[in-house]
């Protein structure tokens, strides 16, 4: 069974399936439409987040079997067309959860105790004591959308902190014994921190806008490790500048190209301040808003387990 690898990942990927007996192929830099004269001699495709596979990817891919994408979420592909042509779609949420677990809380972290911010005023000869004074976990409410992999690891991460944690999900009987599932009306009933754990879908899209946000019954802190587009910067920056919204620790922004390796939906670089958009120049003018590009799952641990469970399902589902 031959496997091509379009984006370069940790080598026991490779080395695992070269002993299950896989012939392994890399191209990590031709284009998707090179790639597509080429992919119907694959019966598989390792992929991270290079291009999309859509609808005219697959059909010139007449061999595939199935296409296994490097990290948790398969927004990247069209997942219906591939599904209909019997094309088996492999994704590893299980290898980045933990990652993703431990950066939302030390987002949160740095948020309720103004870390980042101090460490800019000290650093500049600054000694504001009073001016960051900071709050306690214990005793909040932290209320998490998406009770998956990535929602789980995060709720366990807040055991230890004398924290309520709820959960709100689409699917029915998803709590345990880290977060209780509530409706949505007792969700923003008690919810004092509101995390993200949603992949990006239609429903999701948009979706922490004015009305929702104003939806709350009390002010409260965001973190985003989830996707961007689930999150309208300009309705955001409203919520922190009116106080509705307290500070918030994103990791994902709404203007992300799709592959997620730059920040902007155009391929021109945007490299001048007066080419932001007005609601992003805005946010990152916040001083209760912290930023990471993109890599709440990019850990060298998460790195190798991303590999091994990809790995791992290739083998379990098509070792012959």
């Known amino acids: 069974m031959k496997i091509l690898h379009l984006d370069s990942n940790h080598p026991l990927l490779m080395k695992m399936l070269a002993e299950a007996g896989f012939s392994n192929e890399e191209n990590y830099k031709a284009s998707k439409s090179e790639i597509e004269e080429i992919i119907s001699n694959y019966d598989g495709i390792v992929i991270r987040s290079r291009f999309n596979i859509d609808k ?54 740095s948020l309720f105790n103004n870390l980042n911010k101090a460490d800019r005023e000290v650093k500049n000869g600054l000694w504001n004591r009073e001016a960051n004074r900071g709050i306690e976990l214990e005793g909040k409410t932290v209320g998490i959308i998406g009770y998956g992999n990535m929602g789980k690891a995060f709720a366990k991460k807040l055991k230890g902190f004398d924290c309520e944690v709820i959960c709100y999900d689409i699917k029915e009987n998803v709590g345990d014994e880290n977060a209780a599932q509530v409706s949505l009306y007792e969700f923003q009933q008690k919810t004092d921190v509101l995390s993200l754990h949603t992949p990006w879908t239609p429903l999701t899209d948009k979706m922490i806008n004015a009305e929702f946000i104003n ?84 850990t060298v641990e998460s790195k190798e387990k991303l590999a091994t469970v990809i790995a791992e399902k290739i083998i379990k589902n098509f070792k012959e």
Request: no cysteine.
């Open 56 to 109: 005219q990817f697959l059909d010139v891919a007449k061999n595939l079997k199935f296409i296994a994408r490097v990290g948790a979420g398969l927004e990247s592909i069209d997942t219906e067309y591939a599904e209909k042509l019997g094309v088996k779609l492999i994704a590893a949420p299980e290898g980045n959860r933990n990652a993703v677990g431990e950066h939302a809380l030390g987002m949160l972290l």
């Open 215 to 298: 939806s709350f019954f009390k002010p409260f802190w965001l973190i985003n490790t989830a996707r961007g587009k689930s999150v309208v910067t300009a309705d955001l920056v409203s919520a922190l500048k009116s106080g509705k919204i307290l500070g918030a620790g994103l990791d994902v922004l709404e203007f992300e190209k799709l592959s997620f390796e730059t920040l902007f939906n155009s391929g021109v670089e945007r490299s001048r301040n007066d080419s932001l958009p007005n609601s992003l120049k805005e946010l990152f003018a916040l001083d209760n808003v912290i930023l990471s590009p993109h890599i709440a799952g990019w």
